[in-house]
T-cell receptor, first 117, second 111 residues
Framework: GAVVSQHPSWVICKSGTSVKIECRSL??????MFWYRQFPKQSLMLMAT?????????EQGVEKDKFLINHASLTLSTLTVTSAHPEDSSFYIC?????????????FGSGTRLTVV | RKEVEQDPGPFNVPEGATVAFNCTYS??????FFWYRQDCRKEPKLLMS???SGNEDGRFTAQLNRASQYISLLIRDSKLSDSATYLC????????????FGSGTRLQVQP
């Protein structure tokens, strides 16, 4: 089946540094990648939608200058958390729609647990 | 009103029990609905889609009530391995159809 590979699985970084998370579609072309964030005991909240070759669309309240999204190819989307702070510690997960599977074709990366110390 | 609302639980049930979860959604125009399962801080996995006529997959039954805008999931003969968080999910009807997740209902099946 369609697979999205997400790396790293977990990362610990110091406050003020930047962290890049990658999501690759391994056997299909993803024109769109959804980026979610999940805080403890909360649900997945959509942060932004990345579109291949164009600017990402951010949800209200998500700082686009802090969460940089790049979708330069049909198989790679990246999320960079810039100047990370402890409150950015969360579980970040990407998701793509698999072409040809309509509304039933959502696949997820395995997630990245970010801890900012 | 939240777009998708669930009772967070936890539901603590013994093995073999039957348990039901409900979920309400706010957008009356929504057409598609799903139940996902999420194990602790892992990616969510599709459990089943919800059809208007109701559908069953083994021990799991999903039902949709459009008039009241709620979706249910029934688990029969609970297994220890059913312990997880169950997410009610509704695709947006605009844009690229991102998924809107409920906050999840935690199920703990006990021996």
């Amino acid at each position: 089946g369609a697979v999205v590979s997400q790396h790293p699985s977990w990362v610990i970084c110091k406050s003020g540094t930047s962290v890049k998370i990658e999501c690759r579609s391994l056997d299909f072309q993803a024109t769109t990648m959804f980026w979610y964030r999940q805080f403890p005991k909360q649900s997945l909240m959509l942060m932004a939608t990345s579109n291949e070759g164009s600017k990402a669309t951010y949800e209200q309240g998500v700082e686009k200058d802090k969460f940089l999204i790049n979708h330069a190819s049909l198989t790679l989307s990246t999320l960079t958390v810039t100047s990370a702070h402890p409150e950015d510690s969360s579980f970040y997960i990407c998701s793509a729609r698999v072409p040809g599977q309509g509304i039933y074709g959502y696949t997820f990366g395995s997630g990245t647990r970010l801890t900012v110390v | 009103r939240k777009e998708v609302e669930q009772d967070p639980g936890p539901f603590n049930v013994p093995e073999g029990a039957t348990v039901a979860f409900n979920c309400t959604y706010s957008n009356s125009a929504s057409q598609s609905f799903f139940w996902y399962r999420q194990d602790c801080r892992k990616e969510p996995k599709l459990l089943m889609s919800v059809y208007s006529s109701g559908n069953e997959d083994g021990r799991f039954t999903a039902q949709l009530n459009r008039a009241s805008q709620y979706i249910s999931l029934l688990i029969r003969d609970s297994k220890l391995s059913d312990s997880a968080t169950y997410l009610c999910v509704v695709p947006r009807d605009t844009g690229r159809r991102a998924l809107t997740f409920g906050s999840g209902t935690r199920l703990q099946v006990q021996p």
